[in-house]
């Protein structure tokens, strides 16, 4: 089917130019951080103090506005923002019309330097606060009309890449699949112990593949059983299909947190998850229930491998709410969902010894 091919390649050659040019414009502005703080004038001594006490590059204040509020604007480091960010809520949340804003530095002359007089942008490495963080995971575990017409593009593209025994048409299905949003939600509401998050990304994940496996199933019971190579790549179920899902996983937090593009590594995660799900809904629309339930059990291996992973970085970064109550919560969530992905993990592990055997 050429129109899907010459689709699909222009979808990667797209992704991979985007994702490395917006990767470059990212490395020059992620160092250096502004932080915004409108707030009343009585706060304007506890706020001196905070910028005072940690080692921002350059702070400085407006005059005050029609309301009685000011703004502060602070010139942080990657490596302090988090805490001055922790700060500034700490005495800014009894106020009732505060409001704090993030944004990137574009460049600054003459460039911040460190302790060693070298350039700031080169010598540090890019680390993002947790509210950008929840900002950006957020919306990725929500159902929106968006994701969910993605999502069934993605496997109708995929099914019919698989029945053609088409690569560069699966590779396009991967490029649009939005499966990596309500996967890094999931993992960051659980380690935030925010059920709220956690609910909706999970809600987001079922209706996503549940609807990729129905439009996949529809079109197994329109077309004829065929047998090929890219289907029985999705029946071959081994461990080494698990250690991607697991780099996967890893690679998304990472790319998330260090504020590098993640589009590549979208890609990555649709690898482990649609092609799966599409076949499985080729193989039920056939009857075909030997390779329905290899497929399934891919499926579900990378689901917990690469939520496994992901929830494991956030947890090595250090990634946690700021307040007490929370602080607990977070912390019963995080050994709970630690406990679930992997005993399940184990569990399809062992599947997988068996179905080798």
Known sequence: MPIFETASRFAVRGLFGYGLGRKKQ????????????????????????????????????????????????????????????????????????ARIMIRGVQATLPAAQDEEGEDETRSRTAARSREELYAEVAGGGSITSTYLMLCALSAVVAAMGMFEDNTAVVIGAMVIAPLLGPNLALALGTTLGDTALSRRAVA????????????????????????????????????????????????????????????????????????????????????????????????????????LSA?????????????????????RSVRWSFAFWGVSLLILAVLIGLAEY
């Not at 996949?216 to 289907?231: E, F, K, R, W």
């Not at 599409?278 to 059990?297: C, T």
């Not at 929830?311 to 929370?326: H, N, Q, S």
């Open 204 to 307: 987001a994940n079922f209706a996503g593949l549940g609807l990729s496996v129905g439009l996949a199933l529809l079109i197994g019971l329109v077309l004829d059983p065929v047998s090929n190579s890219q289907l029985a790549a999705r029946t071959d179920v081994s461990y080494p299909a698990m250690i991607l899902a697991l780099a996967s996983g890893a690679a998304a937090v990472l790319s998330l947190t260090s504020g590098a593009a993640a589009g590549l590594v979208g890609v990555m995660v649709a690898v482990a998850l649609m092609p799966p799900a599409a076949a499985l809904g080729l193989f039920v629309g056939w009857a075909q229930w030997d390779n329905a339930l290899s497929a399934g059990l891919m499926l579900a291996i990378n689901i917990a491998a690469i939520n």
């Open 26 to 97: 990212q490395d020059a502005r992620v160092a250096l951080k502004i932080i915004e703080i409108v707030a009343p004038a009585s706060e304007k001594a506890a706020i001196a103090r905070i910028a005072d006490s940690h080692d921002v590059v350059d702070w400085w204040r407006t005059s005050s506005f029609e309301d009685e509020r000011f703004s502060t604007e602070m010139v942080v480091r990657p490596e302090g923002q988090q805490e001055v960010l922790d700060d500034l809520q700490a005495i800014l949340d009894r106020c009732e019309h």
């Open 311 to 331: 929830k494991l970085v956030f947890v090595l970064k250090g990634i946690t709410p700021r307040r007490w109550p929370a602080k607990s919560r977070a912390r």
